[in-house]
C-alpha cells in the first residue's frame, strides 16, 4: 500500500478512503493511464493496482451498478490486454489471470457478466501465446478457462463461439492439452469440454461436430491407448509387486479416461456420440482390446506386429467398458463382436478391408490438434483476407469487428441462413444427423437378429458406400461377416466362436485363477448392464424375462468348474474369484429367487458344496480360534459381499496371484498362506457354497449365525430383576467411576442400574457376549477383577468393547464373579462348537469329550449362596422370559425370576465354595434368562 501513499505527487490527487467506491476504480484507472509499459521499477505497483481492481468489481456487482460502466466505458480492461503484449509485462501475466479468474468467479449479476464478456476482450487473452513453460502460468490459465465455461450457456455462449468467422477459442485452445503431462489440467480440459457439451446450442455443435470432434477424438483415442500400453507394461514388469502404487495411478489415471467417454456419451448428444463411438471401436477397442482376448504363441507375435497387451489386461479393459459406460449402440456392438466374432471373421476384415494403412488399427492420427487447428486457422485467415480485404483506417479504440458481434447483451444469435464451412444444409433441424467428415455408426450393425439394423440380402446399398468413409465400410463389413457367420450357427454354443471361446477358456484353473477372475467379472459385467440388448443375450441362450428365462448350459459349466475347483485342497482359487463365479452363476439361473437350474448342474454344486464341507472338517477343532474365525469370517461374508466395481478397480489383482501377507493385500484377493489362514479359507468356501445350495433351493438359512441378535438382550431393556442372583461392584474406567449390578446370563454379561420408577427392574446399560470375556485378577486388591470384553473381530488390533477395573464388595463376591464369568465363557463356547458340529454333521460328542477332559469335577454341595446364585439352578426359579424356551436367548429381556431385589446386596457372606457348587452344577442344564 505503500505504492499508494506516494502516488499523491505521481498521479495529481491522493488515494480515497474508502476503497470500495467508484472513486477508488477512478483513481486506480489513473494509475493505469500512468503506467501504459510495464517494467521492473512499476512492477509491483502494477500488481496491486490489478488486485485491487478486481475487489471493486466484484464489490460493484453487488451494491454499485455504475463501477461496471465505467469499467466499461474506459475499456480498463484493454490494458490487461496491452500489459500480456509487452515484452516485459510477463510478469504480469500470472496477476492478470488470477485477477480475471478471481472476477469471473465471483459475478453474478449476468449485466456485469455481459460487460466484461463484450467487445471479444476475452476471447482475445484466450487466444494470448503465454509462457506455458511456467507452471504457475499454465495453472491460472487453465483453471480460468475453466471458470469460463462454467458460465455458459444458450445466451452467453454467443460470446465465446462466433459462427460468422467459425472460431470457438475457449473449446479449441482448451482441448489442444488434453494430454498435457499435469494430471490436473488434464482434468480442467474434461470438465471444460463436458460444459461446453452441456450447451444445446446447435450452430455451436454442428461446429464441434464437423471441425474438431473427430480430430479431438481421435487424438483422445490414441492418448487413452498409449496409456494402456503403460498399464500393460507395468503388469508385465512387475512380477513380483514391488511396483504397485505405480500400477495403481496409472490404473486410477485409465478409469478416469473411461470415466469421461461415459459423461460424453451420456449427454445423448448423437453427432457427438456417433463420431466418439466410430473412433472408440476403430482405433482402441476392437484392435487394441478385442483381439488381445486370444493367446499369442511367440510365432504370432513375431508375425504380427500391432500393439497388444496381455489377456488379463484386455479382460480388464473389456470389463471397465461394460462396467463404466452405459451406451447403447456401443456396448451392443461389442458385445455383438464378443458373442458371436470368431477368426473366419477378423481375417476376412483384415483381407478385405480398404483402410489406408495409416489409419488401420491402433495407431496415432496423422496431426496433433495443435498442428491441426493452426493449419486451420492460417487456411481461415487467407481465406477472410481473400474474400473480405481489411478497411482503409482501423482506431486504436473503434473495435469495429467486435463492437458489431459483441453487445453487452446477448442479442448475437448467429445468421440462421448461414451454415458452417463444411456443413450440410439442414443440419440445424436434424442435430442427430452425421454431416461430418467421420461416418455415422449404425446403432445395428452389429445386431444379427434385428432386421432393422441390417438388410436381409446382407449387403448395403451402393449410394451408402458411395458415400462412406473407409471406417464405416470396415463397420459394415465386419457385421455383414457376423450376420453371415451367425446364419451358419445352430444351438447355443458359442464356444467355437473365438473371442468367446477365450474369455472361457481364461476360466480353466488348473494353474491358477490369474485370467478367470476378470473373466468372470466381463461376462458379469455384460450380463448385468441393463443397456445390453436382451435380443442379443437370448441370441446366447442368456434372457433376463421371466416368460423366456434361458441360460448357456457351456457358460454355467465353465462357472461351475471353477466351484469345484475352489472346494479341492490346496486350492489356488483366490476367495474372491470364488464369490464372483457365484455371483454371475446366480445373475445367469436366478431370477427373482426362482432357480432354472438343471438338476445336473445343481447336483455339481451339491457336490462342490459337500466338497467344501469335507474339507472344513479337517480344520475342525474344540478350541477357542476355530469359533472365533468360524464367527469372523460369517460376519465377512454377510456385512461386505463383494463389489465388482471397487474388485475391478483393485490393480492388485492384474498381477499374478500371491500367497504372502507382506504385500498387503487383501485376504480374499490372494493365496492363503500358513494353517489359519487356510482354515479361514476353508470356512469362507464353505459359507458361500452353503449360501449358493440355499438360494438355489429358495430356502431360508436357519442355523447361521451362531448368536441371533434377536434373542440378545439389548442396551436400555427393561429387565424385571426381582429374585434375581445379582452382584454389586463399582466399575472404574479412566477417570470414570460407576455403580452398576452384574447379571451374567448364559451367553452375555449384563450391567444394570436399578430402575427409579419401578422397584426391583432395571435398565440395561452395557450388554457383552460372555464368549468373548476376558478376566484377571488383581494382585494388589483381592476385592477387584480386570475384565476386559474383546471386540468380536478377527482384527487383533482393535480396541475392545470394554477394559475397566470391577471392585466388589469383599473378595467373595469378587471370586464368586471370576468364576462365574470363566465358567459362563467356556459354557457359551461349549453351546457355540456345539452347534458348529451339528452344521459340520459331526458328532457332537467330539465337543462333549474334549470339554470334559478340560472340565473340572462337579461338587457335591449345591447348597444356596448368600452372594449370589448363577440363574440356572433348578433347585430355585430361574430368571426367564414369558413365552420363551430354555433352550432359546430372549430377545428383549423383560421379566426375569429370582430370590433377590436390586438392593438386596447387602446379604449376609457365607463361604465362597457353597457359590462356587452352584456355578458347578450349571454345567449340566445351562439356562437362559
Request: glycine share 4%; aromatic share 8%; charged share 25%.
Amino acid at each position: 500500500m505503500s505504492f499508494f501513499n506516494k502516488a499523491k505527487g505521481w498521479f495529481g490527487g491522493s488515494k480515497p478512503k474508502n476503497i470500495h467506491s467508484l472513486e477508488n476504480l477512478k483513481f486506480l484507472y489513473n494509475c493505469l493511464i500512468k503506467n501504459p509499459t510495464a517494467t521492473e521499477s512499476n512492477r509491483l505497483q502494477l500488481i496491486e493496482t490489478l488486485r485491487e481492481i478486481s475487489e471493486i468489481l466484484i464489490w460493484g456487482d453487488q451494491n454499485d451498478g455504475s463501477v461496471f460502466d465505467f469499467f466499461l466505458e474506459k475499456q480498463m480492461i484493454t490494458f490487461f490486454l496491452k500489459y500480456m503484449r509487452q515484452k516485459q509485462g510477463r510478469f504480469l501475466c500470472v496477476q492478470l489471470l488470477q485477477t480475471l479468474n478471481i472476477l469471473f468467479e465471483n459475478i453474478r449479476n449476468e449485466t456485469s457478466l455481459y460487460y466484461l464478456l463484450s467487445n471479444n476482450h476475452i476471447n482475445s487473452i484466450i487466444v494470448h501465446r503465454f509462457d506455458f513453460s511456467d507452471e504457475e502460468v499454465m495453472a491460472y490459465y487453465i483453471s480460468f478457462l475453466k471458470t469460463l465455461s462454467l458460465k455458459l450457456n444458450t445466451q452467453t455462449i454467443h460470446f465465446f463461439y462466433n459462427e460468422r468467422t467459425q472460431d470457438f477459442p475457449l473449446y479449441v485452445e482448451a482441448i489442444k492439452f488434453f494430454n498435457h503431462p499435469e494430471s490436473m489440467v488434464r482434468i480442467a480440459v474434461r470438465t471444460l469440454t463436458l460444459n461446453v457439451y452441456r450447451v444445446r446450442d446447435q450452430a455451436m455443435m454442428r461446429y464441434i461436430r464437423d471441425k474438431t470432434a473427430a480430430p479431438y477424438f481421435s487424438n483422445l483415442v490414441w492418448f487413452i491407448g498409449k496409456h494402456i500400453l503403460d498399464v500393460d507394461a507395468c503388469v508385465t514388469h512387475d512380477l513380483d509387486h514391488n511396483s504397485r502404487d505405480k500400477l495403481s495411478d496409472v490404473v486410477a489415471e485409465h478409469l478416469d479416461h473411461i470415466h469421461y467417454l461415459n459423461d460424453i456419451l451420456s449427454l445423448n448428444i448423437t453427432s457427438l456420440n456417433q463420431v466418439l463411438t466410430e473412433q472408440l471401436l476403430n482405433r482402441l477397442l476392437i484392435p487394441l482390446y478385442i483381439y488381445s482376448l486370444p493367446r499369442r504363441s511367440r510365432v504370432d507375435r513375431v508375425k504380427d506386429t500391432c500393439p497388444h497387451v496381455s489377456q488379463v489386461v484386455a479382460l480388464f479393459l473389456l470389463t471397465e467398458i461394460f462396467l463404466v459406460l452405459r451406451h447403447k449402440p456401443l456396448l451392443n456392438q461389442l458385445a455383438e463382436i464378443i458373442f458371436h466374432g470368431d477368426r473366419e471373421i477378423v481375417d476376412s476384415v483384415v483381407s478385405t478391408c480398404d483402410l489406408p494403412a495409416t489409419e488401420k488399427g491402433f495407431r496415432p492420427p496423422l496431426e496433433t490438434l495443435d498442428k491441426l487447428f493452426r493449419r486451420k486457422r492460417r487456411s481461415r485467415v487467407q481465406l477472410e483476407e481473400a474474400f473480405n480485404p481489411p478497411p482503409a483506417e482501423v482506431g486504436d479504440n473503434a473495435s469495429a469487428s467486435s463492437s458489431e458481434d459483441r453487445t453487452p447483451t446477448p442479442t448475437d444469435e448467429g445468421s440462421p441462413g448461414a451454415t458452417a464451412p463444411g456443413a450440410v444444409a439442414g443440419a440445424d433441424s436434424r442435430e442427430g444427423s452425421d454431416t461430418s467428415g467421420s461416418p455415422k455408426m449404425s446403432e445395428g450393425h452389429f445386431k444379427s437378429n434385428s432386421s432393422e439394423s441390417l438388410s436381409s440380402d446382407s449387403k448395403l446399398s451402393s449410394d451408402i458406400f458411395e458415400n462412406a468413409t473407409d471406417d464405416e465400410k470396415h463397420l459394415a463389413h465386419l457385421a455383414q461377416c457376423v450376420v453371415a457367420k451367425n446364419k451358419k450357427v445352430e444351438g447355443n454354443d458359442v464356444s467355437h466362436n473365438l473371442f468367446v471361446s477365450a474369455v472361457l477358456e481364461a476360466l480353466d484353473c488348473e494353474k491358477d485363477d490369474y485370467e478367470a477372475l476378470y473373466s468372470l467379472c466381463l461376462l458379469y459385467a455384460i450380463c448385468n448392464n441393463e443397456n445390453t440388448s436382451e435380443e442379443l443375450l437370448q441370441s446366447v441362450s442368456i434372457s433376463r424375462k421371466k416368460e423366456a428365462f434361458c441360460y448357456n448350459p457351456f457358460i454355467v459349466t465353465r462357472v461351475i468348474s471353477v466351484l469345484t475347483k475352489s472346494a479341492e485342497p490346496n486350492s489356488k482359487i483366490r476367495l474372491a474369484t470364488l464369490e464372483m463365479a457365484i455371483k454371475l452363476l446366480k445373475e445367469l439361473c436366478l431370477l427373482d429367487g426362482h432357480s432354472y437350474m438343471s438338476d445336473l448342474h445343481y447336483a455339481y454344486v451339491e457336490e462342490a458344496r459337500e466338497s467344501a464341507l469335507l474339507l472344513l472338517r479337517s480344520f475342525f477343532k474344540s478350541e477357542e480360534m476355530f469359533l472365533d474365525m468360524f464367527e469372523d469370517e460369517y460376519r465377512l461374508v454377510k456385512n461386505h459381499p463383494i463389489n465388482v466395481e471397487y474388485l475391478t478397480m483393485d490393480a492388485s489383482i492384474l498381477l499374478p496371484p500371491t500367497g504372502t501377507p507382506l504385500t498387503g493385500i487383501e485376504f480374499a484377493k490372494r493365496l492363503s498362506c500358513g494353517e489359519v489362514e487356510k482354515a479361514r479359507w476353508a470356512i469362507r468356501v464353505f459359507f458361500l457354497l452353503r449360501e449358493l445350495t440355499l438360494n438355489l433351493r429358495n430356502e431360508p438359512e436357519t442355523q447361521l449365525p451362531l448368536t441371533k441378535s434377536e434373542h440378545l438382550v439389548k442396551v436400555l431393556d427393561a429387565l424385571d430383576l426381582n429374585n434375581s442372583d445379582l452382584i454389586a461392584c463399582t466399575i472404574v474406567s479412566g477417570d470414570k467411576k460407576e455403580r452398576r449390578f452384574l447379571v451374567i446370563d448364559p451367553i452375555q454379561l449384563i450391567l444394570v442400574e436399578p430402575d427409579v420408577k419401578r422397584l426391583g427392574w432395571g435398565i440395561v446399560k452395557f450388554v457383552g457376549l460372555l464368549q468373548d470375556v476376558e478376566v484377571t485378577g488383581d494382585k494388589e486388591d483381592s476385592r477387584s477383577l480386570f475384565i476386559t470384553l474383546h471386540r468380536p473381530s478377527g482384527n487383533q488390533r482393535s480396541a475392545p468393547i470394554l477394559a475397566a477395573k470391577f471392585t466388589f464388595d469383599d473378595h467373595i463376591r469378587c471370586m464368586a464373579a471370576k468364576q462365574r464369568l470363566n465358567k459362563g465363557r467356556q459354557r457359551a463356547r461349549h453351546m457355540k462348537m456345539q452347534k458348529i458340529a451339528q452344521l459340520l454333521e459331526l458328532p457332537p460328542s467330539l465337543v462333549s469329550m474334549s470339554q470334559q477332559a478340560s472340565a473340572p469335577s462337579t461338587p457335591t454341595t449345591t447348597g444356596p449362596s448368600t452372594s449370589a446364585s448363577f440363574p440356572g439352578q433348578t433347585a430355585r426359579s430361574h430368571p426367564a422370559l414369558p413365552g420363551k424356551s430354555r433352550a432359546m436367548h430372549p430377545g428383549r429381556a423383560t421379566q426375569m425370576h429370582s430370590r433377590s431385589s436390586l438392593t438386596s446386596d447387602d446379604q449376609t457372606d457365607n463361604e465362597s465354595n457353597r457359590s462356587t457348587s452352584s456355578l458347578s452344577t450349571e454345567t449340566q442344564e445351562p439356562e437362559v434368562k
